[in-house]
């Protein structure tokens, strides 16, 4: 039943899904069933999606150079009946035709595209780097864009066999585009052109939200009415699976990665939205992410929103509004539109009582949309509870804003996604390495980053950790103008500094200066803390800079909180930032600010009415932890222990060394990490419970 959040199960997950006994063994059966892939003729595949309602899609044989004999099976447009007749636009590229022999059953890769894009062009770099390598290639125009009812155009004068009922943006439903992809695939193995074992997804943003989403599903397909049930293609049943995902730019958790609350835990096996308990509280919108995402206008010209409440699957717009203020946001519309969300639209609701497909997930270090822990929480959920999938993460300065693409570390992932590809997809190569590659991040924009270095598992990149320990009360105050708003604005850079004087009107902790040759921050930092809270819509925004000699402060990471009330501020409450990987240098020192919002970042509550209103938030007993590369034990503020992970290639400096117990006290010491904070209902991930 779709609606209500309640805590999720733990081991094979049985509340956590809606696949029923009978429906996980027969999802079993079909995967070890041999594929039945229809029967090639030898002559050419002149043509594609030949047994459908729509007319066929012709393909026509290239006779360029660089792509001599390639089918290229796309026009503009190129709809084809998806399921429920819904018109959806096509692009399918082909290899040359074999010499001799039958044609057909190419090992096929999903290529999907991000917010306010389309299907790819054969004749696009990544389309032809897959072809040159012998994959068929499959896009779409997901349906609510462009040709697939997305523009008046597209949804007037329709055919006899289409209707754009349904035709609106679903963002990334697994019941609506993550369907509509799986049955095209299965219309091509029906037709004998692609290989139904060797199938591939990928994808960047709102791409790489639909290929994690096809990576968790596996083998199964989601129904309208929640339920998962054997995906098979729609003719001849064929058993259907995606081989291996490379999802870029993910969400894991599309609610937390637009409406975040806190709940997630580098360290917890199982981060659920609303906590695996079920008693998180609604989040706060990251307002300038999701309305530049969402337009000025609930009725763009190019793209198709349902109206308001019309369709719960594709509540858009409700979405947006029930998550802005004023408030109070702990309301039964936006809990029901996050329930959606987190159990239909992202990889982390999907029933895994089964192994997903091997993933490989990269996402970026300064990326304030989907930051590394959108990959983190699905890695540590598959490490978790299913040891013996291949899965890996890849860090570095790629994606959304304040990221700068940089062309070494998209270099270094291409590089990776085609391993991981051509083992898991058509069986050929060495097996890809598992655990995380990272770059450490550099500044200037314009410099190539550190890197990259590899870890066997995420956790073996914490060696050690910086605290500090600040037990006085200080008042995140409700209003007054925050200082370094650069921080948040449209323009802010990865690299951007302002003027590091402490704002009386926010917390404020700073950590002693780093030692000889600094230290690597290595993920999120974790804030440990007494909270006095007595507003239903009070908020926490934490942001930790570098602070250097100069006076300059720079964001490194930022977190949004809704903290649990407590008027007298007794509970312990613990919450982590965005993670990171960055060098802090010499002298330079770890500032943490909590504020009352993180605006235009976030949103900012209003003054009234109090159910909405921020109001003071008192704090005390904090702890900040942060994770760094080096090991305790090899000195304060020491150069890169090389002993922690396998270089690739660039150095980090020299080990000095140091002997701990002769540092000035105001030097920070790297510790061994502390024990983690597990709020009720967490447990450890696999990787960090051996570590115990």
Request: with cysteine; glycine share 10%.
């Amino acid at each position: 039943m779709k609606g209500h959040h309640t805590p999720r199960g733990r081991g094979p997950r049985g509340l956590r899904g809606r696949v029923a006994r009978a429906g996980i063994a027969a999802v079993a059966a079909a995967a070890l069933a041999p594929a039945a892939t229809a029967a090639a003729d030898a002559a050419p595949i002149t043509g594609v999606f030949t047994d459908m309602a729509s007319p066929p899609v012709t393909c026509t044989v290239q006779t360029g150079a660089a792509t001599q004999g390639q089918r290229w099976c796309t026009a503009s447009p190129s709809r084809v009946a998806t399921w429920d007749g819904t018109p959806i636009d096509v692009s399918v590229a082909l290899p040359p035709a074999p010499a001799a022999g039958p044609d057909g059953n190419f090992p096929v890769v999903g290529v999907y595209h991000g917010w306010g894009g389309s299907k790819i062009a054969p004749a696009s770099a990544n389309a032809q780097d897959l072809l040159q390598r012998g994959y068929a290639v499959f896009s779409m125009t997901d349906r609510g864009w462009g040709q697939s009812c997305g523009t008046a155009a597209a949804r007037a004068n329709l055919p006899a066999w289409a209707n754009c009922t349904h035709g609106a943006i679903h963002l990334d439903s697994q019941a609506y585009e993550e369907r509509d992809a799986q049955y095209l695939l299965g219309e091509l193995a029906d037709e004998g052109v692609i290989d139904a074992n060797r199938i591939g997804a990928a994808g960047a943003s709102y791409g790489g939200i639909l290929s994690v989403q096809l990576g968790a599903l596996n083998d199964r397909t989601r129904l309208p009415d929640g339920s998962l049930v054997p995906w098979v293609s729609p003719n001849k049943g064929i058993p259907m699976h995606t081989a291996a995902a490379v999802p870029q730019a993910l969400a894991s958790d599309i609610a937390e990665a637009l409406i975040p609350n806190g709940s997630t835990l580098d360290y917890a096996a199982d981060s659920p939205y609303f906590g695996p308990r079920g008693d998180a509280r609604a989040g706060i919108q990251k307002a300038q992410i999701l309305n530049g995402f969402y337009g000025a206008t609930p009725t763009p010209t190019n793209r198709f929103y349902a109206p308001l409440g019309s369709d719960p699957s594709a509540d858009i717009v409700g979405w947006h509004d029930y998550s802005t203020p004023p408030g109070p946001f702990d309301n039964p519309n936006l809990t029901a539109g996050i329930d959606e969300l987190t159990n239909y639209h992202s990889a982390d609701g999907v029933d895994d009582s089964h192994a997903p497909s091997p993933m490989l997930m990269a996402n970026g270090l300064w990326d304030d949309f989907v930051p590394p822990s959108e990959a983190i929480r699905m890695y540590n959920r598959i490490r978790s509870d299913h040891p013996q999938t291949p899965v890996a993460l890849f860090f570095g300065d790629l994606g959304h804003a304040r990221s700068n693409d940089k062309p070494a570390d998209l270099a270094e992932l291409g590089a990776r996604q085609d391993a991981w590809l051509d083992y898991y997809v058509k069986g050929q190569g060495p097996r890809p390495a598992q655990g995380v590659e990272t770059y450490v991040a550099t500044c200037p924009a314009t410099a190539p980053d550190q890197g990259p270095y590899l870890f066997p598992t995420y956790a073996d990149m914490q060696k050690g950790e910086v605290d500090l320990q600040d037990q006085r009360p200080q008042t995140i105050q409700p209003t007054g103008t925050q200082f370094g708003p650069q921080l948040s604005g449209p323009t802010a850079s990865s690299c951007g500094t302002v003027d590091a004087t402490d704002n009386p009107a926010t917390a404020n902790y700073r950590v002693p200066a780093a030692g000889a040759g600094g230290y690597t921050l290595a993920g999120p930092a974790t804030v440990v803390a007494r909270l006095r809270v007595t507003g239903a819509s009070d908020q926490v925004a934490a942001r930790l800079l570098d602070v250097g000699p100069d006076g300059q402060e720079r964001l490194l990471e930022r977190g949004l909180y809704r903290p649990q009330l407590d008027p007298k501020g007794n509970a312990q409450q613990v919450f982590q930032l965005q993670p990171n990987v960055v060098h802090i240098d010499q002298g330079h020192v770890l500032k943490l600010e909590l504020l009352p919002d993180d605006a235009p970042y976030s949103i900012a509550n209003p003054a009234a009415p109090a159910a909405a209103a921020q109001h003071p938030i008192v704090v005390t007993q904090l702890s900040l932890r942060v994770p760094v590369m080096e090991a305790p034990g090899k000195g304060d503020g020491h150069g890169k222990d090389k002993g922690h992970g396998k270089d690739k290639g660039h150095g980090h400096g020299k080990d000095h060394g140091q002997d701990k117990a002769k540092h000035n006290a105001r030097t920070a010491r790297i510790e061994a990490p502390s024990p983690k904070v597990l709020p009720r209902g967490y447990e450890l991930a696999r990787d960090f419970a051996d570590r115990r």
